[in-house]
């Protein structure tokens, strides 16, 4: 429906009512001019006829035609009123004749004439007014008794054309008209001259309210002199006092929001039933490979390539209870994400739904490393158990009785007992070690390098001349570090063991130490062995993992003597790497933090 301003609408309204009035008053003012006209000239033609009645009245009744026509020619009152002398019984006893040069005026026709004698018999005025069909002009005749009232002895007729009256009754009409419309275009002036100050209070409010909607909270208010304005721009004032405040605590609440979302671990994602996405935090992007700025707006089909979190979307959507499942990513590496959906519901009945995604890649990953550690302390324990229950029962079966069988079998329960001590004390040991590293209450003391690789070297000097292995230590003996320096023995004696254990006779182990960064202090651990399949590098720091399982076991390896140098390392704040090559050997190297700060 098209609008109108408010000036205009007053305006028109005004301009309606004073045309209304206009044209009322100038059809009331042209009907009493007509009426007054009218009126006047009835009297005109009344005087005249009475005038000539009354001296009828002196002179006798039955004077000759000629004789009453130069009296009424006497006394007519202008050229184009014409006299009369009518009988009772409506006959015409004398007439005026039309003057030299004057205009004709006919004469009422018997019926209008009986009517008229008909209306004097009272003794009463008459008269009556037609219309000439020939010329177009309308005739005025006037009856006045002559005689006793109810018995009048003639009629005196008066007959006048009012063409010159009609034509100064239009003339003063069309004066009247145009005064009106005059007086009425100055009114139009003047209402719209009243309409626009009556409408710009309204305007300047209407636009500081359109100042207020866009954001502009400085806008001010009209002030005037009309209640209604003033009301209308108080309740604005108001509105404007709620819209700082309710935009202030959105901000705020936005700004927490924001806050929340973004130091959240979990991703969260919100979309509508459109599965257009309205928000998004960082984590949420970085899990799926977007940027938050291009993707509010648009729907998952165009972002989002995995099809299974589209149809958890939508499952999330059309559920009324809360939905929960588990998705791969893939990628470089693929991750698992398990995701937790929840519908929502506003009043203009749209849905959507809000999806929290939590990489749990890195937990199930550690449960993998529980379960196998589980399996694998299990089947470490179960060994030599096993070993040790079998020899005895074969011992309490009669073997005991034959001292070489009972000499033998009672030194492998005694190893077994020895391994099963080993393991069990590798697990104390990474068991304090990690414990350690969580609480960060490791005892560091800044101490040279070299004596803890010369005291590592001397703890494995034995082993080493038993497999003919020459062990070398080179390190600058003012190379210092905050250690600890029992724990780094027992990682670098760990290295140097598994060193010996896989080199051949005749090789060399080389123990270094040297400052690679002005903060940092690198060890290295050098063999010449059979080196590791470039397969096994990533998982050799896992509890019992093993290259060579029948070769560990043969020479005596618990599987944890790696996993023990790592946690280690970690409580030093420091890293481990291994670079190996099949048939050249391995190094190994661990780099620590110089100083603690």
């Known amino acids: 429906m098209p609008r109108s301003r408010l000036a205009w609408r007053l305006f028109a309204g005004w301009c309606s009512l004073v045309a209304t009035v206009i044209a009322g008053c100038t059809w009331l003012a042209s009907v009493q001019l007509a009426r007054l006209a009218d009126e006047a000239e009835r009297r005109r033609l009344t005087d005249a006829a009475a005038a000539v009645a009354t001296r009828l009245a002196a002179d006798a009744i039955g004077s000759a035609a000629d004789e009453f026509a130069a009296r009424a020619r006497e006394l007519r009152p202008s050229a184009d009123v014409s006299l009369e002398l009518v009988s009772p019984t409506g006959d015409t006893v004398a007439s005026t004749a039309d003057p030299p040069g004057g205009t004709a005026t006919a004469r009422p026709t018997a019926a209008p004439v009986r ?316 068991s304090r070690i990690e414990q350690s590293e969580g609480a960060g209450t490791l005892p560091l003391e800044r101490l040279p390098v070299l004596a803890a690789l010369q005291a590592a070297a001397a703890d494995c000097e034995a082993r080493a001349g038993e497999r003919s292995i020459w062990l070398e230590v080179d390190c600058p003996p003012d190379l210092a570090a905050e250690i600890n320096q029992p724990l780094v023995e027992q990682a670098v004696i760990n290295l140097v063991d598994n060193a010996i254990k896989y080199s051949d006779a005749g090789r060399t182990v080389r123990i270094e130490g040297v400052r690679d960064e002005p903060d940092h202090v690198s060890i290295r651990v050098r063999d010449e062995g059979c080196g590791i399949a470039e397969e096994h590098l990533p998982r050799l720091f896992e509890r019992f993992y093993r290259v060579d399982k029948a070769r560990s076991r043969k020479l005596g390896g618990t599987g944890l003597g790696l996993a023990i140098v790592k946690h280690i390392v970690q409580a030093h704040g420091g890293t481990v790497t291994v670079e190996s090559e099949p048939g050249v050997g391995t190094l190994f190297t661990l780099r620590l933090p110089a100083s603690r700060g």
């Open 115 to 430: 009517q008229l004698v008909a209306a004097t018999r009272g003794g009463r005025t008459a008269a009556s007014s037609s219309l000439d069909p020939a010329t177009g002009r309308r005739r005025l005749t006037v009856a006045v008794p002559h005689g006793p009232p109810g018995a009048p002895v003639a009629i005196v007729l008066a007959t006048a054309d009012t063409f010159a009256a009609d034509a100064t009754l239009a003339a003063t009409q069309r004066h009247l008209i145009v005064g009106c419309l005059a007086v009425g275009g100055l009114a139009a002036v003047a209402g719209w001259w009243v309409a626009r100050r009556a409408a710009r209070p309204v305007e300047d409010l209407a636009s500081s309210a359109r100042q207020l909607a866009g954001g502009d909270v400085t806008a001010a208010l009209p002030a005037s002199d009309v209640a209604e304005v003033a009301e209308l721009a108080a309740a604005l004032d108001g509105l404007r006092e709620q819209f700082v405040e309710r935009g202030l605590l959105i901000g705020r609440q936005g700004t927490q929001q924001e806050a929340v979302l973004g130091s959240m671990i979990e991703g969260v994602l919100a979309i509508d039933a459109r599965q257009r996405i309205v928000g998004i935090n960082r984590a949420a992007a970085d899990l799926l490979g977007l940027e938050v700025e291009q993707t509010v707006g648009r729907t998952l089909q165009q972002i989002v390539r995995n099809p299974d979190l589209r149809r958890f979307a939508l499952e999330a959507i059309d559920c009324r209870e809360p939905v929960e499942d588990d998705i791969v990513l893939r990628g470089m590496t693929d991750r698992t994400i398990r995701l937790r959906g929840t519908a929502l519901r506003d009043v203009s009945g749209e849905g959507g739904a809000v999806i929290v995604l939590d990489d749990v890649t890195a937990v199930e990953r550690l449960e993998n490393v529980r379960r196998d550690f589980v399996a694998n302390v299990s089947h470490e324990l179960k060994t030599p158990v096993a070993s040790i229950k079998g020899f005895v029962e074969t011992l309490l079966d009669g073997a005991a009785d034959n001292p070489a069988d009972r000499g033998r079998f009672l030194g492998i329960i005694g190893r077994q007992a020895d391994r099963l001590a080993a393991i069990i004390d590798d697990l104390l040991a990474l």
